[in-house]
């Protein structure tokens, strides 16, 4: 394997040449790579760092940070270098040999060899493994190629009292309707294209990670929800607490959808849907997206790091304002212009009407086309025509 040395955040770490694995439209092709590196999550790497800043900002302590599908151990390293500086123990681990020789090397290249433990492992395995030598389990980061479903189990069974765990899924055809076998074998759940998928698959991601930290009688407090171009991410708060496990399992159920793939109305497990619901979808997760202090801490770290990358920041602030309005799905207003045969109006123009009607609405980092607002749908429509006709 030939080897380049690359930059982000502070760390430095040696990874395949990466022009060596480029598509045909000229972007990199990590799965190809003899070990993987992907340049394009290094937003995913970053809201790591900062969401376990936030969370020892908030009063929480982080000793120990554990990665068990680990590439080439960028994001252990960032994690030491950035946000647990002078102390913090890492545990990685990767089923690939290459990857260990090289994540040992990369730790050696940034001076953390009494700080990270790399091993070749099944990830489950290792997290068991773990679990059963008693260490400490304080956050851990689930990054797979494909679904973290299979992991899930095993990384909820191994935190200790408290942790901070993030999960990231690629498998974003199966997560937003587009593959309903897949979703359905995959994550028990009906899932259906709608107008605002990309937030449907967040949510059926999330209720998979509830489902299983409730069997496992753990509560899991949703800290934040991304989504990205090639992946979705949710961060939580687990704690053992079989109470908290109960409480949490009643935010799961089902959303209705209309013939247009809009929302309609949403229904907890065992209450009775409507009559003339056009699909329901589910079950997922019915609560909150984001934890408001949570989202602010993140961002002030943010806002003090000048190495990490610009778009983190950005998505930040597009959260920070969409977690301000309470309302399950988005509109996408390019699709109900083109229903309506419209021109699409000025997006702010738009958002202050609604405020103006005393409605809350913001853009969404789920969808550059959409709007969240807790107006209704023939609001929305009426407010479209009477801009698109100025
Ligand atoms: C998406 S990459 C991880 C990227 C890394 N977390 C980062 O931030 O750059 C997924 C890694 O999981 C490894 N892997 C796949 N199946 C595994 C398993 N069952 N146990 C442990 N590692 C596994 C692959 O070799 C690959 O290196």
């Known amino acids: 394997m030939r080897e380049e040395v690359a930059?982000?955040?502070?760390?430095?770490?040696?990874?395949?040449?990466?022009?060596?694995?480029?598509?045909?439209?000229?972007?990199?092709?990590?799965?190809?790579?003899?070990?993987?590196?992907?340049?394009?999550?290094?937003?995913?790497?970053?809201?790591?760092?900062?969401?376990?800043?936030?969370?020892?900002?908030?009063?929480?302590?982080?000793?120990?940070?554990?990665?068990?599908?680990?590439?080439?151990?960028?994001?252990?390293?960032?994690?030491?270098?950035?946000?647990?500086?002078?102390?913090?123990?890492?545990?990685?681990?990767?089923?690939?040999?290459?990857?260990?020789?090289?994540?040992?090397?990369?730790?050696?290249?940034?001076?953390?060899?009494?700080?990270?433990?790399?091993?070749?492992?099944?990830?489950?395995?290792?997290?068991?493994?773990?679990?059963?030598?008693?260490?400490?389990?304080?956050?851990?980061?689930?990054?797979?190629?494909?679904?973290?479903?299979?992991?899930?189990?095993?990384?909820?069974?191994?935190?200790?009292?408290?942790?901070?765990?993030?999960?990231?899924?690629?498998?974003?055809?199966?997560?937003?309707?587009?593959?309903?076998?897949?979703?359905?074998?995959?994550?028990?759940?009906?899932?259906?294209?709608s107008e605002f998928s990309k937030e449907i698959g967040a949510r059926v991601l999330m209720g998979a990670f509830v489902k299983v930290s409730s069997y496992l009688e753990r509560s899991a407090e949703p800290l934040m929800t991304f989504y990205h171009e090639h992946f979705l991410k949710a961060i939580f708060k687990i704690k053992r607490d079989r109470r908290g496990a109960s409480n949490v399992i009643n935010d799961l159920g089902f959303m209705c959808l209309d013939k247009d793939g809009n929302f309609k109305a949403a229904y907890r497990i065992g209450e009775p849907p409507e009559l003339g619901c056009f699909k329901m979808v589910g079950p997922l997760w019915l609560g909150e997206l984001w934890d408001e202090s949570f989202i602010d801490a993140m961002m002030s770290e943010g806002k003090q790091l000048s190495f990490l990358s610009g778009e983190a920041l950005k998505s930040l602030e597009v959260i920070y304002s969409e977690m301000k309005v309470k309302a399950l799905g988005y509109y996408d207003i390019h699709h109900i212009c083109s229903r309506l045969k419209l021109n699409v109006p000025s997006f702010s123009t738009l958002i202050k009407r609604l405020n103006e009607l005393g409605y809350k609405a913001s853009r969404t980092h789920f969808d550059r086309r959409g709007i969240r607002t807790n107006a209704p749908i023939e609001l929305l429509e009426k407010i479209i025509k009477s801009l698109s006709q100025n």
């Open 7 to 193: 930059r982000e955040g502070l760390a430095r770490f040696y990874i395949p040449v990466s022009h060596e694995y480029m598509r045909s439209d000229g972007k990199i092709e990590p799965s190809w790579m003899p070990v993987f590196y992907n340049p394009y999550s290094q937003v995913n790497r970053d809201l790591t760092v900062l969401a376990l800043r936030a969370h020892m900002k908030l009063g929480g302590r982080i000793r120990t940070f554990v990665e068990p599908l680990a590439g080439s151990c960028v994001r252990s390293i960032r994690v030491l270098l950035e946000s647990l500086n002078d102390y913090g123990i890492a545990y990685a681990s990767d089923i690939s040999q290459a990857a260990v020789e090289l994540c040992k090397r990369n730790i050696e290249l940034n001076d953390l060899n009494t700080r990270i433990f790399v091993e070749k492992s099944d990830a489950r395995l290792f997290l068991l493994k773990l679990d059963s030598n008693g260490v400490p389990v304080d956050s851990i980061d689930i990054d797979p190629y494909g679904s973290p479903i299979y992991y899930l189990d095993a990384a909820i069974k191994s935190v200790g009292k408290e942790a901070i765990v993030s999960v990231t899924a690629t498998d974003l055809g199966a997560l937003t309707g587009r593959y309903k076998d897949v979703g359905l074998r995959r994550y028990s759940a009906y899932i259906y294209p």
